[in-house]
Structure formats: C-alpha cells, structure tokens
C-alpha cells in the first residue's frame, strides 16, 4: 500500500476548508515550485521555459506550462477538475436568537449535500472576506479560518420523532439544518454580532468589512480507515482529490512538446454557470491567450485545438457494499482498483470510444490499472464539467475519476491507492 500521495492529499484538504483556501493552497504551492502569478486584467509575456498560473475570484485556478514543440502542432494537455463542494453559506442577518438563550444562524444549503451527514458534529466556519479600500470598484480581500469548533447541527432526539430511522424522513433546509453558534448572556448585542466576530478573528475593526462569503465545515480531521489504513476518510475528496492529483502531476511531469494545462473550476456542484465555472469563456480565453502569447495566430489556435486532449477529472462511484444492486451489473469499480473511466450513452459524460482508448493506453503506460463505469440502466446518473467546457471548445476528451463511496457526504471514502495510481497517470498524461 502506497499511503505517501494519499498522507499529502489528507494534509491538503485539511488545509482547505473552502474553495478559497484550496485555490490559496495551490498558489502557495506552485509560487514554491517556480511558478509565476499572471493577472487577467494585465499584458501577458509568455515564454517557453516559464511556468504561469492566473486565478479567478479566487477560487479557481489555471496554471500551464507552455510545450517546447510548435503550439499549433503539439496542442494542449489538460486536466481539469472542481474546487468547491457542498456546503452551507451564512445568509446576510444571520444572527437568530431562540427565547432569548440561544443564538442560532441562518444558512442556505449549497449543492447537494447529504444533509444528514452535517448533524451533531463539530463544526467551524472559513471563507472569503471583502474589505474597504481606496477603489470603490475593488474591495481589499483576506480570508478567514475560525480553525476550532464553533458550531453545532443538533438533530432532535428520536423520543420526539419515532420513525426517524425509517425511509423518507424528510429534512427542512430552513427548519432542520441551522446551526447553533452558542448561548446568549448579558453581553450579547444581536446587531452585527457575527460580523463583529468576524472582526475579532482577523483583528481588524468592524467596520472595515464590506461584505463576507463565508461557509460551515466539518471540523474533524480527515484520516485513514480500514485494516491496513485501505481507506481515506475524510470530506470534499469530490474534488480536491483530483485537483490535488493534477497538481501533483504538474509538478512532478518533465517539460514536454505540449502546453499541459491544469483548471480548477468553482461552482461545479451548482451548475457551472458563473464567471469562474466552466459554463464561462474563462478556459477557452486562456487557450486564446496562451497561442497568442507563443506568437500563434488564430489559425494557429484552431489547430492548437483540434490536437489537445481534455482529462476530465471528477470522483466516481465505487460498487458499494451494502448496495450491489444499484451498480451496473458488468461494470463494478471497485476501491483500489484504479481511476475509472466513466462512459454514458447518451454523453453525460465526455468519454467515447476514442477517448477511452487514450486513457486506458495512458494507464498502461503509467503501470497502473484502470477501470470502468456506466450507470445501471434505470438510475439517472451525475454529470461533469466535461461536457460544459465543450461548448467553448470542441477536444477530445475523457471522463475519469477516483472510485469513492458516500459522494457529498460531509465525510467521504476513497482508496488510498488509487490516490497514488492516479497521480502516476496524470503524470505520464502530461509527460507524452
Ligand atoms: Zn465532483
């Protein structure tokens, strides 16, 4: 068992409470290994040799290496995948007060997570935090990570529901799910409460904060599971596993005729359709930038991607234990048994024959196994970002992803392994 690459991924997502620190995260990390910050808003002077990355409302991130070979003839080799998961974001006036003793906040679900998942455990809460500045147009921004327990979901006792273990008991997103931030005592001043709170944790005044976009996280560590730690448990591996597979890759990958390209995208979990989604024109403008940069023309650019090959990596589902019947009955991915190339007839996902094919060969080539889903005919399955992206670009391009149980679960579980397995395609990926 290579627990290695599956230790550092832990390390990452722990680190990484929100998207915005996932994103801080990788920045951090490329800035260390000779990376250089490029701005969207400023000129680009791109080099062979160089290695460049530009974020977007800091919470995606695009980082490439441009390829020693000809752009338009070598293309781009791409890895993308999601840097947000579900979770619940403080509303605005959060601050609920229950017969005076407790104090309570208002939250609004995002994406789809296991609501049941979130109960009765630690949780604390870590986002993005808008500051006054001298541009009205441009507010300061700073990021804040409460980093202790601080609040609680507390389920109701089953005295008071009986039937609670049986199918179909359904959850308020507005009744059930709020969390409880404390008591209240003779101290408590209900205006600005929490932003007051805010303030304290990043000492500074009040009434410098302009706005926040803060979410709740469950504050337990991720850690291994299993006889032989066969098992990494922990949350929002859908998809920072595969963000911090790419990276990894990234960095670990030689300099090769094409540009490899890795994209985190946000707002997967909810539909991909704003400026930092996949939905955007964000990854297709890069594209543009970076032909143009190497001196390309718009000719140039076409053929540059008529040659590229797009990894689509997102978490996929593992045969479940408990729950045989619900998998395809030919195709079980099992845990530790390899990334799983994800196929749908009817193109959920971007995955052909074709583009099979290539992955399966990458995966030979890497010395690691790989594997296959497709959804069992009756149940309606998930979609990707792959298919998004191509409606800004038309590459080839596969679906894959770590075989994993519990998807939005608060705590998911995943194989160590294949942590380790994916890494080694990605890489070999960037390294053809
Ligand atoms: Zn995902």
Redesign the pocket.
């Given at each position: 068992m290579e627990k290695e690459a599956a230790q550092e991924l832990i390390q990452f997502i722990n680190e990484s409470p929100t998207n915005y620190h996932a994103i801080q995260n990788i920045k951090r990390e490329l800035t260390e290994q000779g990376f250089k910050q490029l701005f969207s808003g400023e000129a680009w002077h791109i080099e062979r040799g160089g290695r460049y990355f530009v974020t977007k409302n800091h919470s995606s991130l695009f980082a490439f290496v441009p390829g020693k070979g000809d752009v338009a003839e070598n293309g781009f080799k791409l890895i993308c995948a999601?840097s947000d998961s579900p979770t619940f974001r403080i509303k605005p006036a959060a601050e609920m007060t229950v017969e005076g003793k407790y104090l309570k906040l208002n939250t609004e679900v995002y994406g789809g997570p296991i609501l049941y998942t979130w109960f009765d455990r630690p949780l604390s809460m870590a986002g993005r935090v808008l500051l006054k500045s001298d541009n009205p147009l441009k507010p300061a921004v700073r990021f804040v990570n409460f980093k202790r327990p601080l609040l609680v979901i507390p389920h109701i006792a089953i005295h008071f529901n009986r039937t609670i273990n049986e199918q179909g008991n359904p959850l308020s997103r507005q009744k059930d799910m709020l969390p409880v931030l404390g008591m209240i005592n003779e101290h408590f001043e209900k205006d600005n409460f929490l932003l007051k709170l805010i303030a304290g944790e990043m000492q500074i005044e009040p009434e410098l904060i302009l706005d926040f976009d803060l979410t709740l996280y469950d504050y337990e560590k991720g850690c291994f599971t299993g006889l032989q730690d066969e098992f990494i448990s922990c949350g929002k591996l859908?998809?920072l596993a595969m963000v911090h597979a790419g990276m990894k890759a990234l960095l670990a990958s030689q300099d090769c005729d094409g540009t490899k390209v890795l994209a985190v995208f946000d707002n997967?979990e909810v539909g991909s359709g704003t400026k930092q989604g996949a939905g955007s024109p964000m990854l297709r403008t890069i594209i543009e930038r970076i032909v143009a940069g190497l001196g390309g023309s718009t000719e140039d650019l076409h053929r540059a991607i008529h040659h590229s090959f797009m990894i689509s990596a997102?978490?996929a589902h593992a045969l479940h234990p408990n729950y045989p019947e619900k998998h395809d009955p030919t195709n079980h991915p099992v845990m530790n048994g390899g990334p799983v190339i994800k196929l749908n007839a009817n193109q959920k996902y971007v995955t052909d024959g074709d583009s099979a094919a290539v992955f399966a060969t990458v995966c030979r080539m890497a010395g690691v196994p790989y594997q296959t889903f497709v959804n069992h005919s009756d149940m309606a399955g998930g979609s990707t970002l792959g298919n998004i992206l191509l409606s800004q670009m038309e590459l080839r391009g596969v679906d894959i992803g770590n075989p994993m149980w519990g998807m939005h679960s608060v705590r998911e579980t995943a194989g160590t392994q294949d942590h380790d397995y994916v890494i080694k395609a990605f890489t070999t990926f960037y390294n053809i």
């Open positions: 999601h859908d998809d997967e997102d978490m």
